[in-house]
């Protein structure tokens, strides 16, 4: 299993630039999740996906825009970057555990808005 | 709505000394704790977690982390550390109040763990 993977890696935008980030899971998993990882801020959550055809806001939506079109891909899109989005974007897979949901991360992607 | 917070944001320790990150949270629902490592240029990994039961919860690479309902607190232990534990921890809760937390997490600021020989 390759577990949560992230495209691509690194990458450098202009701003009103846009891209889109590619997580995909290969564990079954119902739940996922995009969070952005700054200096000082720790993990805040962008959008996450209950479901395949579902997504929803999370504590920083602003500027971004997410599909989850097929069960084990979870999309990220910024349509016009800005240098506030400069960040290193984090994915995340869950299924219900017990009685809560156990999280697996991709390695991330970071990102320079310039 | 829950917050984290992380009280130190850089704790240097020698080689082989006990350290401790300390966590609190806030929240007005009951939550579940975790905490979570990050190596330098990878992905979170779970270190452990607290559901219910016992107040102290031993997790991977010899850390441990004992629950304060009282003091609000998560604060995460290791008797003697290595090199190899350099990285940076996160704190997060995640709302257990009924079905719509959806496994959401709230993370700390994060602290940076150096071990230095």
């Known amino acids: 299993n390759a577990g949560v993977t992230q495209t691509p890696k690194f990458r450098v935008l202009k701003t009103g630039q846009s891209m889109t980030l590619l997580c995909a899971q290969d564990?079954?998993?119902?739940?996922m999740y995009w969070y952005r990882q700054d200096p000082g801020m720790g993990l805040r959550l962008i959008h996450y996906?209950?479901?395949?055809?579902?997504?929803a806001k999370g504590e920083v939506p602003d500027g971004y825009n997410v599909s989850r079109l097929k069960k084990q891909n979870f999309l990220l899109g910024l349509e016009s970057a800005a240098p506030s989005q400069t960040s290193v974007y984090f994915c995340?897979?869950?299924?219900?555990?017990?009685?809560?949901?156990?999280?697996?991360f991709g390695p991330g992607t970071r990102l320079t808005v310039t | 709505a829950q917050s984290v917070t992380q009280l130190d944001s850089q704790v240097p320790v020698f080689e082989e000394a006990p350290v401790e990150l300390r966590c609190n949270y806030s929240?007005?629902?009951?939550?579940?704790l975790f905490w979570y490592v990050q190596y330098p240029n990878q992905g979170l990994q779970l270190l452990l977690k607290?559901?219910?039961?016992?107040?102290l919860v031993k997790g991977i690479n010899g850390f441990e982390a004992e629950f304060n309902k009282s003091q609000t607190s998560f604060h995460l232990r290791k008797p003697s550390v290595h090199i190899s534990d350099t990285a940076e921890y996160f704190c997060?809760?995640?709302?257990?109040?009924?079905?719509?937390?959806?496994?959401?997490?709230?993370f700390g600021q994060g602290t940076i763990l150096t071990v230095h020989p």
């Open positions: 929240s007005s629902v009951s939550v579940y």
């Open positions: 995340a897979s869950s299924y219900r555990r017990e009685v809560t949901y156990e999280q697996y």
């Open positions: 564990m079954n998993h119902e739940y």
């Open positions: 607290y559901l219910s039961g016992s107040t």
């Open positions: 997060a809760v995640s709302s257990n109040a009924g079905g719509t937390s959806y496994g959401k997490l709230t």
């Open positions: 996906s209950v479901g395949e055809g579902t997504t």
